[in-house]
């Protein structure tokens, strides 16, 4: 594009200059600075990218552009510009260090673009862009910052890594542990569950247990208490038959006796001998007569026996609290219990009669006969028990009340 300067213009352009023409193109300028000592006193070699063009919609930066670039074709335009801003790309690169340059390019571009700006706005020209294109020495320099800053980077990225995996395995670590003590807790509490159930259930067997054992014990009591209750009747009927069948046997053998001493005193001295052999007769009928008597007593022994065995076990469970009664009363207890087990003593003196299988009986003319005189023997045995008892114990029984 081109610009026709004619004669409306500003008054600098003269009539004389109403057929050239000025290019406002815009136009690349490759900037480079060969070995340019920065602050430090490194070279450096420094290329930047700009575009730049003459501003043709400012009239005051297109006239100062017609005095400046009017005649000048468009190569000479971008030399004059291009060496502009190398000139103050160098000036720049000089107060900077290689460091600010290559870490921080934009603030270096930012610099050339306002510097180079402000230059060349006088000669119409704006400054569109700058870029640093590339940074070089041959010092290997840079290099070596690259070096270093590589190294660092990666120190950094192996330190940043490493501290990356410490934190998830720390991380993973809590993680795990929190699991397992989760899980702990969890068994713990299972385990406690568990051991509750137990003890109750250990407490509820001991109980259904016991209960079921005293409901067994208090069964088999009651059916033994049935048993002793049936066989102390059974032993009391016949002890009943026993008694009501010596009674008779007594009854007759009083009778007869009574018979036999009418008929022996009223006879005649002529019948004496009859009556003799008769008296021998009846003899002979009490002794047959007795033997029956004594089978019965020692049956009804036996039977006797046998009911005493039964209240034995009945009164074992009594002899705890005669015991401690016995510890209060004393004599009076001891008293009692002698009372107690006379019947027992007389039992135990009329036993032999029970066990002997047969009695004979011998009359010497006087006195009583048959089962009288047994049961009148075992009455004396039985009238010195006091006595016999006192000497043993002490205890007078017909001097207490």
């Not at 050239?20 to 690349?28: E, F, G, K, V, W």
């Not at 003196?349 to 009148?376: F, Y």
Request: proline fraction near 1%; charged fraction near 25%.
């Amino acid at each position: 594009m081109f610009f026709t300067c004619g004669p409306n213009e500003a008054m600098v352009v003269s009539v004389l200059l109403s057929f050239s023409r000025i290019s406002l193109n815009t136009l690349t300028l490759n900037v480079k600075s060969e070995k340019v000592y920065t602050r430090h006193g490194v070279p450096i070699s420094v290329t930047g990218i700009a575009q730049v063009k003459i501003q043709g919609q400012n009239k005051e930066m297109l006239a100062a552009a017609c005095q400046m670039f009017l005649g000048k074709t468009e190569g000479e335009i971008a030399h004059i510009a291009l060496e502009t801003l190398e000139g103050h790309q160098r000036a720049i690169m000089a107060h900077m260090t290689v460091e600010e340059i290559y870490k921080d390019r934009q603030k270096f571009s930012e610099q050339v673009f306002k510097v180079a700006s402000s230059d060349l706005v006088n000669m119409g020209i704006s400054v569109v862009s700058y870029t640093l294109k590339d940074i070089h020495d041959d010092q290997d320099y840079l290099h070596s910052l690259g070096k270093a800053r590589t190294a660092q980077v990666q120190k950094d990225a192996r330190i940043g890594e490493a501290e990356a995996k410490r934190d998830a395995g720390i991380q993973e670590a809590k993680a795990k542990q929190q699991k397992v003590s989760a899980q702990y807790v969890s068994e713990i509490e299972m385990a406690k569950a568990q051991r509750d159930y137990e003890l109750k259930k250990a407490v509820y067997d001991i109980e259904v247990n016991t209960r079921r054992a005293q409901a067994d014990l208090a069964y088999q009591l009651q059916v033994a208490k049935t048993k002793q209750h049936i066989e102390e009747q059974r032993v009391q009927v016949q002890v009943v038959e026993r008694a009501q069948q010596v009674a008779l046997q007594e009854q007759e053998i009083t009778r007869r006796e009574k018979e036999l001493e009418a008929r022996v005193k009223k006879p005649s001295e002529a019948d004496r001998y009859r009556l003799e052999r008769l008296a021998e007769a009846e003899r002979s009928q009490l002794i047959m007569q007795a033997e029956a008597e004594a089978e019965s007593i020692r049956i009804r022994g036996e039977a006797e026996a046998y009911a005493i065995g039964v209240r034995a076990r009945a009164e074992a469970q009594q002899m705890a609290k005669k015991a401690e009664a016995f510890q209060l009363y004393q004599e009076a207890a001891q008293l009692d219990m002698l009372l107690e087990k006379l019947p027992q003593v007389a039992e135990e003196i009329s036993g032999p009669l029970s066990s002997a299988k047969k009695i004979t009986l011998v009359s010497s003319g006087g006195g009583t006969l048959g089962a009288a005189k047994v049961t009148g023997e075992v009455l004396d045995i039985l009238s010195h028990l006091p006595n016999c008892v006192e000497k043993l114990t002490g205890v007078s029984i017909s001097q207490v009340n």
